[in-house]
């Protein structure tokens, strides 16, 4: 999800006011925007987590990455993988979008070795597909208006210390 500057003349204002900006003011900006951020946006994705796999690939993995431009709200892109082995960004989608029940035929033996066929849900573990997601999508739409606002009052608040330690 993607919010544009062009529809907003306050958001270009911050983006034109971060390019006067020297360095040790936007690294600033960065920093507060990201220490600021982080635990909001933590407590948004798991406050939407319903099930376990939700809560380990994506409310452990959520993170705030602020540059000049742009603030990216992420979940699930950390490459280290899990306790059970898979890496969050294999199995992302079907944590926060479901999957379509996938019926498998399994032949098995039993103890006394009598071979048999069952069917069985693949995708068991993951919720019913929904196009608009169970977790990240619905807390990104409830956060980037907030991190909008956040973000401009960094931006306004470091201008204005940065002009109170210059008299």
Do not use: C
């Not at 099930?51 to 742009?70: E, I, Y």
């Not at 996938?102 to 103890?111: G, I, L, Q």
């Amino acid at each position: 999800m993607r919010i544009s500057v062009f529809n907003s003349k306050e958001l270009q204002a911050v983006v034109l006011a971060l390019r006067t900006f020297d360095k040790t003011m936007k690294t600033n900006v960065r920093r507060v925007t990201k220490i600021l951020g982080t635990p909001e946006w933590q407590a948004q994705v798991r406050g939407n987590v319903a099930s376990r796999l939700q809560s380990r690939v994506l409310g452990d993995t959520a993170r705030v990455q602020a540059s000049d431009q742009t603030v990216m709200l992420k979940a699930a892109a950390i490459g280290r993988a899990l306790s059970g082995g898979a890496r969050p960004p294999a199995v992302w989608a079907g944590a926060e979008l479901g999957a379509f029940p996938k019926r498998a035929t399994v032949t098995a033996t039993s103890r006394r070795g009598k071979r048999y066929t069952y069917s069985r849900n693949v995708n068991a573990q993951f919720p019913a597909r929904n196009r608009k997601g169970y977790v990240v999508f619905p807390a990104a739409a409830r956060m980037i208006p907030r991190f909008a606002a956040l973000w401009a009052q960094t931006v306004v608040r470091t201008f204005h210390e940065a002009m109170e330690a210059k008299n």
